[in-house]
Nanobody
Framework: QVQLVESGGGSVQPGGSLRLSCTAS????????VAWYRQAPGLQREWVST?????TATYTDSVKGRFTVSRDKNTMFLQMNDLKDEDTAVYYC?????????WGQGIQVTVSS
């Protein structure tokens, strides 16, 4: 089973930027889908973005124009710009490939003055 390790989280002031990384433990040779989710304290887990085969990317309305997904080899990225207080959450990546699903461990992003 492929493992996903997330990194790049931390604390930032409103308007700042962070880039999350999600690295797979194995080389991925098939087409795959990466999705990002987040869960803020007291709220349900929310879908953030989906990257289908590195070709088509979709985003939830609240992050459109600010977040961008990309990939490089076995690492998937979530670039977050112009961060807002409401972006504070634990962020999770999810990989779907060959009918299998793997989740990252979750990483904290805190946006605060």
């Amino acid at each position: 089973q492929v493992q996903l390790v997330e990194s790049g989280g931390g604390s930032v002031q409103p308007g700042g930027s962070l880039r999350l990384s999600c690295t797979a433990s194995e080389e991925i040779t098939s087409f795959y889908v990466v999705a990002w989710y987040r869960q803020a304290p007291g709220l349900q887990r929310e879908w953030v973005s989906t990257d289908t085969n590195g070709i088509t990317a979709t985003y939830t309305d609240s992050v459109k124009g600010r977040f961008t997904v990309s990939r490089d080899k076995n690492t998937m990225f979530l670039q977050m710009n112009d961060l807002k207080d409401e972006d504070t959450a634990v962020y999770y990546c999810r990989l779907g490939v060959s009918g299998h699903v793997a989740w990252g461990q979750g990483i904290q992003v805190t946006v605060s003055s």
